[in-house]
């Protein structure tokens, strides 16, 4: 078997994290030996952390689809969760990891993610001490992919039901 690649994109707040934590626990579970990339956690480790340029967030999101290059064959599936909100980048894991390549777009309104506000950032960009929230105050806007991939409301699907989801869309044997 070769490794599934699942990239979840989508604005701060949309629930990448906490979706991609327990898809991954569920693999898990099931006695998957499975990778979980988180973009924070990612660019902190690296020490990415610099200004949110399209430059830096493709620098950094190349640097997870490398990374990925040298470790997948010691796994079944890696998990990314990743704003990643520029399609040539989405475009370039699609190109490389071909048909072991799922992206997972979460959708969910401004309003929403304002009043969920997880990491406290949509409350920094109201008060204008953040200028470059993506999807929110930032000149770098989410670019939608057009290929065929899966979009998941996290604003009207809970947890349990996103799971779903994603079983009945891409992984119907687990």
Known sequence: MSCKIIWFTGLSGSGKTTLSDSFSKKLTKLNYKVKKIDGDTFRKKNKNLKKFTKKNITENNISIINYIKRIKHNYQYVIVSVISPLI???????????????EIYLKCSIKTLIKRDTKGLYNL????????????????????????KITINTEINDLKKCIIIIQKKFFKNL
């Open 125 to 148: 960009a109201i008060k204008k001490k953040i200028k470059n929230l993506i999807g929110y105050n930032s000149k770098i806007i989410y670019e939608q992919s057009k290929y065929k």
């Open 88 to 102: 040539k980048t989405r475009l370039k894991a699609k190109k490389i990891f071909k048909k072991d390549y799922f």
